[in-house]
């Protein structure tokens, strides 16, 4: 059963903004929920994090003051709220999902264990 479902792709150009969503299926809940970003040839990277209980966030240092997570409790829904978007943002945007305490940090893709199909994001310059 699909968990996380992700939303908001598209392409857009340098500057300006994109809102990701992510909606996890009724009756899934989860004590963190984050994006990760993939581009091409590069490794799978955290970008933002929520934990859902007290709605601490914390963000990759390239996207600190652009980026901003935030969590509809009501709807089971993460936002990823893009703005002044670069080209260097250009990348396949993940959902991901942890109800377990691992041990690992929120960076970390073991931290999680439940992943979207993923939304792409193009950023033209």
């Known amino acids: 059963q699909v968990q996380l479902v992700e939303s908001g792709g598209g392409s857009v150009q340098a500057g300006g903004a994109r809102r990701l969503s992510c909606a996890a299926a009724s009756g899934y809940t989860y004590s963190k929920m984050g994006w990760f970003r993939q581009a091409p040839g590069k490794e799978r990277e955290g970008v933002a994090v929520i934990y859902t209980y007290g709605g601490i966030t914390y963000y990759a240092d390239s996207v600190k003051g652009r980026f901003t997570i935030s969590q509809d409790n009501a709807k089971n829904t993460v936002y990823l709220q893009m703005n002044s978007l670069k080209p260097e943002d250009t990348a396949m945007y993940y959902c991901?999902?942890?109800?377990?305490?691992?041990?690992?940090?929120?960076?970390?893709?073991?931290?999680?264990?439940?992943w979207g199909q993923g939304t792409q994001v193009t950023v033209s310059s």
């Open positions: 991901a999902a942890g109800s377990r305490i691992t041990g690992f940090t929120w960076t970390r893709r073991e931290a999680y264990n439940a």
